[in-house]
């Protein structure tokens, strides 16, 4: 702690003293043709007058374009637009610019050239990744979560139930500036989203539960109208999937309207085995568990966008997902305890019902007098999770036999509010600061009948907990350095019990301190070396805490844990950026990380499979990033070597050894309407200290043909060689344990999608203002 206090003790004096710093201004435009109608598409490249090296590069869209703030300077600005001359100016930036642009067309336009690009959608910045979606093939891919699973380091779960950032766990989701829940992230449709930031090192703004933020950016439209699209998807994995979607916006003036709706027919496929020998018990058993059956979704969206002047408005939105399951699961299980020996099929028949709903409202003022803003934001969500099964057992080839009924019910509700007030104090410098407020409820009813011997089960667990968190933030150039400085106190206050229980059985509070810090200092325009420090905290989800169970075999059950504690994780990085490669060094050190783990329940006489904290998680990770451009082939690679080491007191303990992770993705742009994509990723054999995790491959290809304009065609081929079952072996709580998750990854889709109406600029922003929509699910 002394050496943190040190490090921003040293900063904010440094902050005072030093009272210099080199401008930045941003350059951005209109481009319009000889009738004052926009150009869709284009190019912007910023040159050094001096030297004519490339400052930075950006596309024309929909008639816009801006670039990221540039030291102040002489610079020469080309516009390049396929059948119009290049438009090329001089200009000294000495404030932000905005430019009004007309070009005048080619005086031939030739039918047989093709113009491609050889900018690369993907780029590095200061460790920070971001990727250019709407300009890429990456817009042909069927679905948002299609698309999100093909980017650097990031893993998506085969359902899209969850997205994980590999050596930083579960990402902060942010549209805009604005939180925003999976939920609300897969109603977006693909072709609204221009970009998609990946950022490793998030300030103090930031809800303190990420130690990294997904951040979307959708596209500029400009003008009123109306647009409408509409998506089928095809897609053969072990089953057949249909999804289908329908978006449209209207925008009038001030007003602007939007609306969604998604069906999805999906033949849902999931299978995993396990083995666990009870070392102390004389027991072993082993299962091989199939969910194969029918799932129904419904997803719906809305909102509306009022603009009073401009920076000032007033806002809403509602999304409501609904799912049913109907979804039987057989396992085929070998008991051993001491030397009988039982083979049992288990028969689950089960029906589950998922409801999601999240709605807020918005309000945002720009207070222009003091240089200021202030947003006001409120916000409730829901979920629902009621599920019923029978149980059968098939025990030595007998005959199929009643053995329980359950029901369980689970529902949550979650009441928020923020306050978020910035000012910038000089051209150079500026402060944030906010306050938070969130309420939630929960409730597990569990109703259990046993056949043999008779008996019953019931239980209502009640879980509440309150949570209030403040901030404050500075940001500014000082030169030569740019620098972010802040601290965010978040305090949670839990209470949970069973209902017919008199004493409480969690009842606790936690205030904690998230200094965060980032400083850069460049050696010129395209090099620089940047520290960052950050402490962030991973509180588990609300039904991982709770009683809800589900049923293996007559020897194993998975449960919630009502005990679970968060995580505090402390992260250091070094990021040397050259040009448009990007070196990075880290150091992790975490207290109380969550694993899945096992242990023998005596009272129940079974293993209990369950999220569990363990002591401690630390590792260090090298990581290099690098485009390359050649032609029509644009390639990004990425390469981590990572030492990690997990330790519990309970757990066996083998050394830590470093494994690598690599990714590389081609495109290859056949024409302006043609595109090719190849994908891969992997990673090596994992020494996690008490996990051996196997190693992993996954290969992806894609083809993408646009016909008049409107019509896209898309051929995805996904984890076409089946690399993605995760392996896992351990031993903890004297149990030995190896399981193996059956990923249904490997897929051939058709896409088709026909966009019609008229564009315009969006100017719809709506906050989540709920720092915790990571753990509803």
């Known amino acids: 702690m002394f050496f943190i206090r040190l490090i921003f003790i040293v900063s904010f004096t440094l902050f005072n003293i030093i009272g210099y710093s080199q401008d930045k201004y941003v350059i951005s435009g209109n481009v319009l043709d000889q009738n004052l109608d926009s150009l869709e598409y284009g190019d912007v490249i910023v040159r050094d007058f001096k030297d004519s090296t490339l400052v930075q590069f950006t596309y024309v869209d929909s008639g816009y374009f801006r670039l990221d703030p540039i030291n102040e300077g002489i610079y020469q600005i080309e516009i390049i637009c396929l059948g119009f001359k290049t438009f090329s100016m001089v200009t000294t930036l000495n404030q932000d610019t905005m430019l009004n642009l007309q070009l005048s067309a080619a005086a031939t336009m030739l039918d047989a050239v093709e113009v491609t690009s050889t900018k690369n959608m993907i780029t590095s910045q200061h460790g920070n990744l971001k990727i250019d979606v709407g300009n890429s093939i990456l817009s042909s891919q069927a679905n948002i979560m299609d ?6 380091k990031l893993q998506v779960i085969t359902d899209g139930e969850s997205i994980t950032i590999i050596g930083k766990g579960s990402p902060l989701i942010y549209l805009g500036n604005q939180q925003i829940s999976m939920d609300h992230l897969r109603s977006i449709p693909l072709e609204d989203i221009q970009e998609v930031e990946i950022i490793n090192n998030p300030s103090a703004k930031y809800e303190a539960t990420g130690r990294s933020v997904l951040l979307i950016t959708l596209k500029k439209k400009r003008s009123d109208g109306i647009k409408a699209s509409v998506t089928e998807n095809l897609s053969r994995r072990r089953r057949t999937n249909n999804y289908a979607g329908l978006n449209t916006s209207l925008k009038t003036k001030a007003l602007e309207i939007r609306a969604n709706l998604n069906y999805n027919q999906l033949n849902h496929w999931e299978s995993n085995t396990s083995q666990f020998e009870l070392l102390d018990q004389n027991a072993f058993t082993e299962y091989l568990a199939f969910a194969i059956g029918d799932r129904t979704q419904f997803i719906y969206g809305g909102g509306f966008y009022y603009q009073f002047d401009d920076g000032s408005y007033l806002s809403a939105n509602a999304n409501l997902r609904a799912q049913k399951d109907l979804i ?13 020996v039982d083979i049992v099929d288990t028969y689950l028949d089960q029906l589950g019902h998922r409801n999601y709903i999240t709605s807020n409202l918005n309000y945002n003022k720009d207070l222009k007098k003091i240089r200021g ?19 059968f057992n098939n025990i030595n080839d007998t005959e199929l036999i009643p053995a329980q009924y359950r029901r369980q019910d689970y529902q949550i509700g979650v009441f928020a509010a923020r306050v978020d007030f910035e000012k910038k104090i000089s051209d150079k410098h500026s402060a944030e600061t906010g306050f938070s407020f969130t309420d939630a409820n929960a409730q597990a009813l569990i109703d259990f009948e046993f056949f043999d011997p008779i008996a019953n089960l019931k239980s209502d667990y009640d879980y509440q907990e309150n949570y209030y968190a403040g901030y404050i933030q500075s940001t500014g150039q000082l030169n030569p350095l740019t620098y972010s400085a802040g601290i965010r106190i978040e305090s949670n206050h ?20 998230f200094p965060k810090l980032s400083i850069s200092i460049p050696f010129n ?6 520290f960052n420090y950050g402490k962030t905290i991973s509180r588990p989800g609300y039904r991982d805490a709770s009683s809800i169970t589900v049923f293996i075999n007559p020897l194993v059950e998975f449960s919630g844990n009502v005990g679970l504690r968060p995580a505090i994780t402390q992260e250091a990085s070094l990021v040397l950026q050259l040009i448009n490669q990007s070196f990075t060094l880290s150091y992790v050190n975490r207290d109380n990380p969550i694993f899945l783990s096992v242990d023998y329940n005596d009272d129940q006489t079974s293993v209990i499979m369950s999220l569990q904290n363990f002591n401690k998680e630390s590792g260090f990770n090298l990581e290099w990033t690098s485009p390359i ?5 644009t390639v990004t690679n990425t390469v981590s070597v990572f030492l990690n080491k997990i330790e519990d007191d309970n757990g066996v303990y083998f050394d830590a050894k470093p494994f690598l992770y690599y990714y590389s993705n081609h495109r290859f742009k056949l024409s302006s309407t043609a595109n090719i994509g190849l994908n891969f990723w992997g990673m090596t054999k994992r020494y996690l200290g008490i996990f051996e995790r196997n190693p992993l491959f996954t290969l992806n290809g894609s083809f993408s043909k646009t016909l008049f304009e409107k019509f896209t065609f898309t051929l995805n081929l996904n984890d076409v060689f ?4 995760y392996e896992e072996i351990y031993t903890i709580n004297r149990i030995g344990s190896q399981s193996t998750f059956f990923a249904d990854a490997q897929a051939v889709s058709i896409s088709l999608r026909y966009t019609f109406g008229k564009e315009w600029k969006s100017a719809y922003k709506n906050k989540d203002v709920d720092d915790n929509l990571n753990r509803i699910k």
């Open 147 to 152: 698309m999100l699973s093909l980017l650097p």
């Open 328 to 340: 039987p699961v057989n396992t085929n299980s070998t008991i051993q305890l001491d030397n009988e």
């Open 373 to 391: 803003n202030l947003f006001i934001g409120t916000q409730y969500s829901g979920f629902q999770n009621d599920l019923t099964g029978d149980i």
């Open 494 to 513: 839990i209470k949970s019990g069973f209902a017919n229980v008199d004493t409480l059985l969690v009842s606790s509070g936690q205030t904690t301190f």
């Open 525 to 530: 325009e395209n090099k620089s070396i940047a």
């Open 629 to 633: 451009n050649y032609k029509f082939w």
């Open 722 to 725: 089946r690399g993605l079952n």
